[in-house]
């Protein structure tokens, strides 16, 4: 990496989404970059600068991220190679195909976090598929948010550093905090409710919170709030009691 | 890797699943390997012995790969670790990159493939979600796979040799050998409308079908037929016209 690398993230300037993770890495490793979709379109920036990106683009979908001439896609792809360059994974082998597993397992989660308000059609909007999203969220907020998170709660349990990576604090934790800060928006309940069970990943929730670089990001406008266009979306209906 | 390495499999012996995405990549690099589940109860195997080791596992789920003390889950960081070592992918930082993020786009296509017949939980039959699965599959069909055979057709396009990296036959183009094995299984119907529009991708099917260990691997009883409890099912009222 030379001096004047600088990383271009391409992901849709309207909601925190999958690019959020990449957001979150770049901010707490205190990086240069520029997030496209949120420059001025006079500066070449907007959503619509994303999408003709795509067009020529490799890659299937948003998040990309351009670092020294290369073209990444995929979210946990991404990280995997950002972790090692930012100091946000340790630079062994052990260490980072043990963090990446991880991160996929929590993308495969975000997926089933997205699909509980959509399980028909992404082309679809919610109202047309509620039927079917209420009886998705069911059995989601039953067995699927206690299985994953009591999965994450072990790794940590593993650690007395309060961090998914026994070497401390990782990028992976980062991804874990915006996984439990979309709960709360979009499953504030049901997560109240497991929150005695978890005491771990909620320690690790605020730990990441309090990193300085992460607390400045949070209060800034560069952080986009949650909402009801993004995949944690806070539809009371689906909260529901298990 | 040392002379005395063996890779040793950790997956459900009644299906091929997520596990023979690692199948064909050990079968066509001639690897040896130790598909646990299939060994005889006598000799440790079965899938009562992959339920044992996953409980002191740190994965989420199977399939495990072990290789030179390392566990490796979720199947796309296994190919990316086992591509290098196989000799399925190019050494070099970009080839791999670019490899594995096709590869996490193949896995969230199978994912879409599995959730068209459980759009609302894993844990519920088939039976209990046909409604649900019948609405789904309608708009998956229709746009969900041209929009994804098509991105990999336009990849495979951009190359002379059909296959999906430039650099020539790779992990990838097996992967994708099985998903389209997979969908004339399951969408038979709907996979023989869209061949004129992916030549590219029915070539490379039948490129890789012709390799010399592929063709022996699939006449082989190591390889478990499709069946109606994998990720490809054939249930003939999804397979509809779009």
């Keep these: ?34 997030d496209v979709a949120r420059l001025p379109k006079a500066q070449g920036g907007g959503s619509g600068a994303v999408a003709e990106f795509l067009k020529k683009s490799t890659a299937f979908a948003p ?6 001439g290369l073209e990444i896609a995929q979210t946990a792809a991404i990280l995997e190679y950002l972790g090692a360059r930012l100091g946000l994974v340790p630079a062994d082998e052990a260490s980072r195909v043990f963090a990446h597993q991880i991160e996929l397992t929590i993308s495969d989660f975000v997926l089933e976090i997205h699909d509980s308000h959509h399980p028909i059609a992404g082309s ?6 509620k039927p079917e999203a209420l009886r998705r969220a069911a059995p989601f907020v ?7 998170l009591g999965y994450f709660e072990r790794l940590v349990a593993r650690n007395p550093s309060v961090t998914l990576l026994s070497s401390g604090h990782s990028y992976v934790d980062l991804s874990m905090f915006q996984v439990l800060e979309g709960l709360d928006y979009a499953f504030p309940k049901a997560l109240a409710r497991l929150a005695p069970k978890i005491p771990l990943l909620c320690a690790l929730r605020e730990r990441v919170r309090a990193r300085p670089r992460i607390a400045a990001y949070l209060a800034s406008p560069r952080r986009i709030p949650f909402n009801q266009q993004g995949i944690f979306r806070n539809y009371p209906e689906l909260d529901v009691a298990p």
Tied chains: 1, 2.
């Design 1 to 34: 990496m030379t001096a004047s690398t600088q990383f271009k993230l391409y992901y849709w300037g309207e909601i925190q989404g999958r690019g959020e993770f990449v957001r979150l890495a770049l901010e707490d490793a205190g990086a240069e970059y520029v």
């Design 63 to 68: 998040p990309i991220l351009v670092a020294d």
């Design 124 to 129: 679809l909007y919610y109202e047309d598929q």
């Design 142 to 148: 039953k067995e699927r948010l206690p299985k994953f």
